[in-house]
């Protein structure tokens, strides 16, 4: 049984918006350093935003200024705010989360991160 899992993934026009939400399930453990990541098909997994605490975030270039990553910590909840959607954000989206006090840097790695959710899909188009 996952212990992450991803919702709130759907069919969005471009320039639209969608709310991700990424819930530690069954064991509601808290992580200290939780990501964002994407793959579309054909391509390699990439990074989207990552959160270290309450307030060490980093995106990558192509999502910055349009997601905005946040945390709920009560209700151990990871979220993602995509605004302003474009066809190229189209992919499955995937959170991850390590105990470990991972660097700024590090936040956008996949190697960094032990748990995975099954993932949530995004798809913007007209």
């Known amino acids: 049984q996952a212990q992450l899992a991803e919702s709130g993934g759907g069919s969005v026009q471009p320039g639209g918006s969608l709310r991700l939400s990424c819930a530690s399930a069954?064991?509601?453990?808290?992580?200290?350093?939780m990501g964002w990541f994407r793959q579309a098909p054909g391509k390699e997994r990439e990074a989207v935003a990552g959160?270290?605490?309450?307030?060490?975030?980093t995106y990558a270039d192509s999502v910055q200024g349009r997601f905005t990553i946040s945390r709920d910590n009560a209700k151990k909840t990871l979220f993602l705010q995509m605004n302003s959607l474009k066809p190229e954000d189209t992919a499955m989206y995937y959170c991850?989360?390590?105990?470990?006090?991972?660097?700024?840097?590090?936040?956008?790695?996949?190697?960094?991160?032990?748990?995975w959710g099954q993932g949530t899909q995004v798809t913007v188009s007209s």
């Open positions: 069954k064991y509601g453990a808290s992580y200290y350093s």
């Open positions: 959160i270290a605490g309450d307030a060490i975030t």
């Open positions: 991850a989360a390590t105990q470990e006090i991972l660097a700024q840097f590090n936040l956008l790695a996949p190697s960094a991160y032990v748990l």
